[in-house]
């Protein structure tokens, strides 16, 4: 018997029906109001966040330095306390890679990775914040599963979230699409649009904590000179460039000191020393 293959056949429409009701159902919209196609659950994108850093911590080296873990807790600790309890978050794992790399990130299912680099560049509390709210956003704005999802529509077709996550064939893309890369364990850059939403909400999340939100504005300044003209660090890879990100931050501070005073106003003055 010879299968129906044309587009009018039963099984085609059967298709092309459910790939419409998975669409229709996996419409959604970030913090910001923006429109976002998301085709996994968030149970899913939080099993791959944990695989993916259990992942990174064989490859790279943690860092042992108990001053400097102790720094970098504290300040994650004071911005993972104001994450609303609706994103289900109990807990957060931070970790500090040994490495000279100006990086860090946040992956789904409550896991932080700074890289001891980035502290040359951030360099007080309030910048380290900055960073931290900033890469906590993305998680919390459910940008890698935008990725991901965009990806598996694009470029590999929507196959199942299971086989997506589970088949080396496609370990890398889903890996990419969370910020990862799987061989050198380094932050891939988000989109534009997704960068300049989590600039703003990440200003927000770090003022909430008691962190002084005019410290962004230096610190991408820090980051610029980083670069010394030479390739820029992969925090700023195909993100906004330095001048449009640093105008937005500084437009950006009349709606974040107004938190950062109340949260004073409320006794949340973090103390954490680098």
Request: charged letters at 20%; aromatic letters at 6%.
């Amino acid at each position: 018997m010879v299968k129906d293959t044309s587009m009018t056949s039963p099984l085609f429409k059967l298709g092309l029906a459910a790939l419409c009701s998975t669409l229709l159902a996996s419409c959604a919209q970030s913090p910001t109001g923006r429109s976002q196609m998301l085709l996994f659950s968030p149970q899913q994108m939080s099993k791959l966040g944990a695989d993916s850093f259990e992942e990174m911590k064989k490859q790279e080296k943690v860092s042992k330095d108990a001053r400097m873990n102790a720094y970098v807790s504290c300040v994650a600790k004071a911005v993972t306390a104001q994450v609303p309890s609706q994103y289900g978050i109990t807990s957060w794992e931070v970790v500090v890679f040994d490495s000279k790399q100006v990086n860090a990130f946040a992956l789904p299912g409550g896991k932080i990775g700074v890289y001891s680099g980035l502290l040359k560049v951030a360099k007080n509390q309030d910048q380290l914040a900055t960073v931290i709210g900033h890469e906590l956003t993305h998680v919390l704005a459910q940008h890698s599963n935008e990725r991901l999802s965009r990806s598996q529509l694009t470029g590999l077709g929507l196959a199942a979230a299971d086989i997506a996550m589970g088949s080396s064939e496609y370990r890398g893309a889903t890996m990419a699409a969370l910020g990862l890369g799987v061989e050198v364990g380094v932050m891939l850059p988000y989109g534009r649009e997704q960068e300049s939403e989590a600039d703003r909400l990440g200003l927000d999340l770090m003022a909430r904590a008691g962190f002084n939100p005019a410290e962004a504005v230096p610190l991408w300044q820090n980051m610029s000179a980083a670069a010394g003209g030479k390739a820029p660090p992969q925090l700023l890879s195909t993100h906004p460039s330095n001048e449009n990100r640093i105008a937005e931050l500084q437009a950006l501070q009349a709606e974040a000191m107004p938190l950062y005073e109340q949260a004073r106003a409320a006794g949340l003055v973090p103390q954490c020393k680098a």
